[in-house]
């Protein structure tokens, strides 16, 4: 594997063993050794809604928590879904999907937003809480490694561009993990309306890390992994048109029972 997800064995001998040419049986011979930058990232996945007048507080809460950590550690997905959100019209952009509608509804959610779940332990929570569980999440201990990585192709069909993302999920198992993989593309950047506070609607509102869609079905697929054991899993998604592949970016995560084991998030190219 590359970059930070490569293999790091050591050889053991003695010297002994070599003078008198004594076979090592091979689960002898190597020493799966953590990786020492290994560390534990959290997602925050952020219910909300255009017609949602604290929303963007919320926003802004998740803004400060990720500026408090070093880069890659806080993952981020505004979740837009249930009555709150806004499917779009003529003049306006709306940022709902049925994905969002699907999940709002799955956590219970969909009329008391904002809400938030950190790294999908317990039930969603208010904006105010997340801070607290992040530094929780944060210290517990690294089971996997998890890395994205992009590649573009764009074909033409019928006169238009087509975009395809081939994407690369490698996972190092740093104990041994059971549960589901689940690969999400996210858009950021998009200026669309958005109902602020003090009872306006902002027209000019710049909405970050939106859910776009899940590219391998709402709730991932089934994965499993030992300690020491590398994997590399492959998906391909073809970009809906409207969306812009330099502000997007693909946030792959393990989950269980036991809440969200390790997330990343890699840009487009």
């Known amino acids: 594997m590359r970059h930070k997800l490569s293999f790091i064995y ?8 070599l003078l008198s040419c004594s076979p090592i049986a091979e689960d002898e011979r190597l020493i799966f050794v953590e990786p020492a930058d290994a560390r534990r990232a959290v997602l925050i996945e952020d219910f909300t809604g255009q017609r949602c007048s604290n929303c963007p507080n919320a926003a802004a809460q998740i803004a ?3 500026a408090a950590y070093p880069e890659g550690t806080i993952v981020a997905v505004g979740v837009h879904g249930g009555p709150m959100a806004f499917a779009g019209n003529a003049r306006n952009i709306g940022l709902s999907t049925p994905l969002g509608d699907e999940y709002v509804e799955h956590w219970g959610c969909a ?19 997340w801070t607290a569980q ?3 999440a944060v210290a517990a201990e690294p089971v996997l490694q998890l890395e994205a990585s992009v590649r573009l192709d764009t074909l033409e069909i019928d006169g238009a561009a087509a975009v395809t ?14 549960g589901k993989l689940q690969v999400w593309l996210t858009e950021s950047g998009i200026t669309a309306m958005q109902s602020m506070p003090d009872g306006t609607t902002n027209r000019e509102y710049v909405h970050d890390h939106v859910l776009r869609a899940a590219v391998n079905g709402s709730w991932g697929d089934t994965f499993s992994i030992t ?9 391909g998604y073809t970009l809906d048109a409207a969306w812009k592949a330099s502000n997007m970016a693909v946030v792959a995560f393990v989950y269980n029972e036991q809440g969200v084991q390790q997330v990343c998030e890699a840009s487009l190219p």
């Open 227 to 235: 300690k020491g054991q590398a994997r590399q899993l492959t998906f």
């Open 165 to 178: 993302a081939h994407i690369a999920i490698d996972a190092l198992g740093l104990r041994d993990v059971e």
């Open 10 to 17: 050591l050889f053991i001998s003695s010297l002994g063993a």
């Open 64 to 66: 400060a928590i990720r």
């Open 111 to 129: 009329n008391t937003l904002p809400k938030g779940l950190v790294n999908r332990v317990g039930q969603p929570s208010n904006p105010e809480q």
């Open 134 to 136: 992040v530094a929780q």
